[in-house]
C-alpha cells in the first residue's frame, strides 16, 4: 500500500526544488570515504595468534595511529569471514545480531609457508588458503594456490573510530557549516551523531568475473551494473511510492549479498551490515595507460569485477562464499542466513488483494464472484480501512460488524482472510494497546529520551521498537484469540509501512538519531526493522496455534534472514508495460539472494491497466512465487471478472494452470527450504557453463525442468525465446513439440500464449480437474508429465 497520503502520488521534487530522497553526494560518510586520504594499513604479522576460530592479526594504520583487530575464520561449509573491529574501542560497536542463523563451524588453521612480507594459511581440505599480506595490508582467499578473491586489493579499507562527543565548545561544533562529523543535515531534519563519526568500508576484487548479481532490491537488471557511470547501488530501506525503473537507489529491503559467476565458479560476498549501505561496482581491467597498450595485450588480462562496500556504521564483518557451483553457493547462503520458511498449500495459491474492499458484503460479494465464474483462489485481504480508525488489531464496527462471522464463512469453503498491520501505533491514551505499549516500554524513543512520535496513517504515531526481545514477545502475544477479538484460526497477517514509513521523517522514515533497545541509534539498525517485526508476527501466528501450523505473514520490508519468515513483495508498482517487464529481473535478484517467496503486485498498484497489460500480468506473475492481485483506492476496481469474458476466460484460464502446477511448485518451495535452491532460478544456475546464458532476465527456470519466457511487450506477435544447451531437448507445454537446445527460437503469440516449455530428461507432476482453492487441488488424482531427452 502507498506510503504516502492520497494526495501526494508522485516522487517530485517539492516546492523548495529538492528530492525527497538522498543520492550519495548528500551522504557525508559517503564522500568522505570516496575523497578521503588514501591510508596506509598493515598487518602486523608478528602479533598472529591462531586460535580455535582461525587467526587474529593487529592491524596499524600509521598516519592515523588506528590500531584494528583482524579474526580470518574458514568454516566447514567452504566459506570465510573477515571481521574487523577496533582494538580497543570506547565504546561497542553495533554487531548485527539475529541474522546469523548459528555459529558457522570454524576450522584449525596452519601455517604453510611464513616469509616478512606475508602468511599462508590453509585448512583440512587443504585445496584453499588464506594469505594475509603487511603491506600494503590485503587478505587473498586462494584455491590451488589461484587467488579467486582479495580483500583491500585498492586499499580502500576505512574504518572510523568512535570517540567521546566534543564538548560543547569545541571547534568541530563551533564551525561554520558545524562540522558534519558530529551533525549533517538534509533539507530541514538535522542528523546528530551521538558516537561522531563512525562509517565502514572495504573493498573486494572478484578474480576472473565479468558477471555480478544480488544486492536487492532494486528496479533494475538482473546483472549489477558498472557503477562508474553514475550512482552506487544503496541500500537503505525507504517506502518509494512509484519508484523509478532502471534504478540504484534503495527500496523497501535490503539484502547486502553479491553474487559472482563464471563458467567453473560461482561465488558469494555478504556484507553483515543493517546500517546505511552503498556498493559500487566496477568491472575490469580498467587499463592504467588509457588506451594506450596494444589490444592484444589489454585482451591477456584476465577480468576481475571490484565490489567497493561502504556503510555509515557497524564493523566490518564479510563472509566469503567459494561455491564451487550455484548450488552449493545457495547452500551456503542458506546454511549462513537460513532457509526458505516452508509456506502453507494455501499461501501459493492466488490472492486477491485491494486497498480497500468496502466491508463484509463487498468481501462476501468477491468471494462469490470467483466461485460464479469458476476462477479458483484462497485468500482475501484487507487493507488499512477494515480498523477502527487505523487502529491495528481492531476492526470498524460499522463496515467489519462480524470479522469472526466472515472468517468462518470463508473458511467453510476453505479459504482465508489477511489483514494489515503496520509498526506505526496511534497516539491515542484513550487506546488500551497504546497505553500498554507506551507503559511496557515498547515504543522508540527520540535523541532526548522522550517517545519518538511521526505521522502515519492514524496520524500521530508511536513506533514499536521491534529490536526489542521484550517489545516483540508483547506484540507476539497481541495475536492471540483471546487479545486480538475477531480473530479467528483462518487469520493471516501482513506487514506493510515497515522500512519504518513515517511521512514526515527524512527521506519519509525515521531519523537516525532515535533510539531503540540497548541505546542503540537507529542509524545502526535501520534495515533489520522491518524483519524484526516480520519476525515477531510470526512467532504471534505460531504461538497462537501452539507451534501445529505453519504462519503466513507477508511483509514489504526485510533484509538477510527475511527468507526465514515468510513471503515479501515488490511494493508500489505501476500499472505499465515497464514495470511488468522489471518484475522479472527484480524477483530473479531476490531469489539469487535466498529472499525466494517474492512476487509482484499483478496489474500494478497505482494507475489502470489496460485488459491486455492485466492478461499478461496474470500469465507472468502465475509463473512466480507469490501471486497476488492487489490495487489502490483511487484505481478502477479490477476483479478479473470485469474486463469482458474474453479477459476473463484468459485469466481463469492461467490461475487454474498455476493452482494444477501447485504440485511442482510445493515440492520446489520443499527444495528451498531443506537445501536452499531457488524455485525461481537465472538461465545459468542451471546452465553454469553457458555464456549466452549470464545476462538473460527476460526468461528463468522454476525448478530444473520448466522455463519460462513470459510476454511483457503490448502487442508482440512473435517471442523471441532462448533454449539454453546444445545437447537439451526442450518440450513446448502446451502443444508438445520438440525443439533443440542451444538456439533462440522465435515463437508466434496471441494473447493466450504463454512461452512454457519442458527440459528434456525431466519429469513435472500437475493435478488434473478442477477446484475453487487449493485444499480442493489437493484431492485431485495428478498427471505426470515425461520429457525425454536424447538419451
Known sequence: MAGVSQTVISVVPDDEGKEKFKNSSHVAFYRRQMQGPNLQHRALLDTMVLTEKGARFELLEPDTQTRLLLSVSPCKNDSVRILIDELQPVKARYRVPDVVTGEPQCERLRVETRTQDSVTLSWCSGRHQVRVWHFPFRVEILCEDEAMVTFNPEGKLWFETLRDPPSSTSHELQEDPPSLLWKETFRNFVDIKANGPSSVGADVRLHGFSHVFGLPEHADGLQLRDTRDGEPYRLYNLDVFAYDVYSRRGLYGSVPLVVAHKPDRTLGVFWLNASETFVNVHYGPTDPQGDQSPPAKRRQMPPHTDVHWLSESGVIDCVVLLGPGPQQLFSQYAQLTGYQALPPLFALGYHQCRWNYRNEADVKAVDAGFDRHDIPYDV??????????????????????????????????????????????????????????????????NREGQLYQGSCWPGESCYLDFSSPATRAWYSRCFSLDKYKGSTPSLFVWNDMNEPSVFDGPEQTMPKDAVHYGGWEHRELHNLYGFYQHMA??????????????????????????????????????????YLKISIPMLLSLSVAGVVFCGADVGGFIKDPDPELLVRWYQAAALQPFFRGHSANVTKRREPWLFGEEVTAAIRAVIQQRYCLLPYWYTLFHQAHTSGLPPLRPLWAEFPREQSTFAVDD???????????????????????????????????????????????????TLDTVPVFQRGGTVVCRSTGSGSCTADFQQLPLAITVALNSQ
Open 380 to 445: 482475501i485481504w484487507l487493507d488499512i480501512e477494515h480498523t477502527d480508525g487505523k487502529r491495528y488489531f481492531t476492526w470498524d464496527p460499522v463496515l467489519f460488524p462480524d470479522p469472526a462471522g466472515l472468517q468462518r464463512h470463508l473458511e467453510k469453503k476453505k479459504r482465508k482472510l489477511v489483514v494489515i498491520n503496520d509498526p506505526h501505533i496511534k497516539a491515542d491514551p484513550d487506546w488500551s494497546l497504546y497505553r500498554e505499549a507506551r507503559d511496557g516500554g515498547h515504543f522508540v524513543r
Open 537 to 578: 508476527t510470526v512467532e504471534g501466528l505460531v504461538t497462537r496455534s501452539g507451534g501445529s501450523e505453519r504462519p503466513f505473514v507477508l511483509s514489504r520490508s526485510f533484509f538477510a534472514g527475511s527468507q526465514r519468515l515468510g513471503a515479501i513483495w515488490t511494493g508500489d508498482n505501476v500499472a505499465s508495460w515497464e
Open 699 to 749: 526468461q528463468y527456470m522454476i525448478g530444473g525442468a520448466l522455463l519460462a519466457c513470459p510476454v511483457t511487450e503490448a502487442g508482440l506477435q512473435e517471442a523471441k525465446v532462448l533454449l539454453p544447451g546444445s545437447g537439451e531437448i526442450w518440450y513446448d507445454v502446451h502443444s508438445a513439440k520438440a525443439y533443440e537446445g542451444g538456439k533462440t527460437l522465435s515463437l508466434p503469440v
